[in-house]
């Protein structure tokens, strides 16, 4: 208890009473509690320092690994690409902090920081445009990686020594973050500027399903021939877009992937901060792939609501098939949602059981339901997809297994390609 608030007690009759004596207390210990900052403190964050404080079970991020990387920052000028997952915890006290506030407590000179799809903050709607800004907390310059702006700019790079790129994937090919990562590579491969991957766990890395993307559909949600579901890391995909010479003209950048501790592919992992608004649990992240098909009909994947990607659903489905009902309405992540306002029929598939495959039944029956056919998917169907292919499968009927079978081949090619830039087992 500091001294005023002692003297205060004592000259003030009113704090006499134990329930105001209480009450003070708390308000001023929550108050310390939301202003004051949790510094860097390497005995609790850096595996490579005790040897006590991690559990060999403990997954470490390659974040919190700050002794592997932070010499290669010394008296550099840095530029960082983060969001709101961009943190550095352990999963013993979980104490969080971000990657910049800790990199700035250690002085290290940050000079920019670029922020992909949602923005910084991670607050923003999908395909939503983010403007430039500066970031209130830090008084560092924002710059959005996402609408006109994907790609880094030369004058947006100048000054800059070194690139950090922390960003959580979900290890899905429609998921742009990797999209952002092969326009970062670029710029740093073009400009020469070294860029280090701070790797951290897939949630979907226990598997690998989905048709590999026709090159021909190539677009901001799938720039590369892999699978819908490609089980890697971001930083063995770096590594993998590197040295398949996916950038412009084969070229490479100067690439450093820091590991992470503990881990493969198999490992259970839960994100601690939802890497996007509308993935707001583990649930979510594991049932995205199927569902996010969806986006490309006229059948809701729940935005507007607080159980995104667990539900699924029209007002033209019918009810007797599809007794789930809710309302889409205005929420963070998603300003205008598909039939806002409307009661929607479908299915909750919170209790489903953990995905371990691409799940296209959902997809067909909707189809097969749906008074509509004929407007049931929109152009984005086959951008999702990657082919145009797909679509006819499902418009022809053909069975689930049968689809699967003609994904087989080349999701062969892409596992021997996969193979060369595993870090883990």
Not at 8 to 26: M, R
Not at 77 to 90: F, L, P, T
Not at 243 to 256: F, H, S, V
Not at 381 to 393: D, I
Request: hydrophobic share 35%; charged share 20%; net charge positive.
């Amino acid at each position: 208890m500091t001294q005023k608030i002692k003297q205060l007690i004592k000259h003030n009759p009113i704090f006499k009473n134990t329930y105001f004596f209480w009450v003070l207390i708390l308000i001023f210990s929550i108050g310390c509690k939301t202003k004051t900052p949790i510094l860097y403190n390497p005995q609790i964050l850096d595996k490579n320092i005790p040897t006590e404080i991690y559990k060999k079970s403990d997954v470490v991020v390659a974040a919190s690994r700050i002794s592997k990387y932070l010499p290669l920052l010394s008296q550099k000028k840095v530029g960082i690409i983060a969001n709101q997952g961009s943190v550095i915890y352990n999963s013993k006290n979980q104490k969080q902090i971000h990657l910049i506030d800790t990199l700035l407590s250690l002085n290290v000179n940050i000079v920019k920081v670029f922020s992909p799809e949602h923005g910084f903050r991670g607050t923003a709607d999908a395909g939503e445009l983010v403007q430039d800004e500066i970031d209130i907390q830090t008084g560092l310059k924002l710059v959005s990686l996402y609408g006109s702006n994907k790609k880094p700019k030369p004058d947006q790079l100048a000054g800059i020594d070194i690139l950090i790129f922390d960003l959580q994937d979900v290890g899905v090919r429609f998921y742009t973050y990797i999209s952002t990562l092969h326009y970062v590579m670029e710029a740093a491969a073009e400009q020469k500027i070294p860029l280090i991957v701070l790797d951290r766990p897939n949630p979907n890395a226990h598997y690998i399903d989905g048709p590999v993307l026709d090159l021909t559909f190539k677009s901001f949600v799938g720039m590369h021939p892999v699978p819908v579901v490609y089980g890697m890391t971001i930083g063995e995909y770096a590594k993998m877009i590197n040295g398949e010479k996916w950038l412009e003209k084969g070229i490479q950048c100067q690439l450093n992937v820091i590991e992470i501790l503990h881990y493969n592919h198999k490992s259970k992992y839960v994100l601690p901060i939802k890497p996007s608004p509308n993935l707001p649990n583990a649930k979510s992240i594991n049932l995205y792939p199927s569902l996010c098909f969806f986006e490309g009909t006229a059948v809701s994947c729940g935005r507007g609501t607080d159980k995104q990607f667990q539900i699924f659903g029209s007002p033209l489905l019918p009810e007797n098939i599809y007794a789930y009902q809710f309302i889409p309405l205005p929420n963070e992540g998603a300003k205008q949602p598909l039939f806002q306002g409307e009661i929607c029929n479908g299915l909750n598939l919170e209790m489903q059981p953990k995905l371990n495959h691409l799940n296209l039944k959902w997809l067909q029956d909707s189809y097969m339901n749906h008074p509509d056919q004929t407007n049931f998917f929109n152009d984005y169907f086959n951008t999702l997809a990657g082919n145009n292919q797909l679509k006819t499968q499902i418009t022809s009927g053909i069975s689930m297994d049968e689809i699967r079978k003609t994904w087989q081949p080349q999701l062969e090619i892409f596992k021997k390609i996969r193979s060369k830039y595993l870090l883990y087992p």
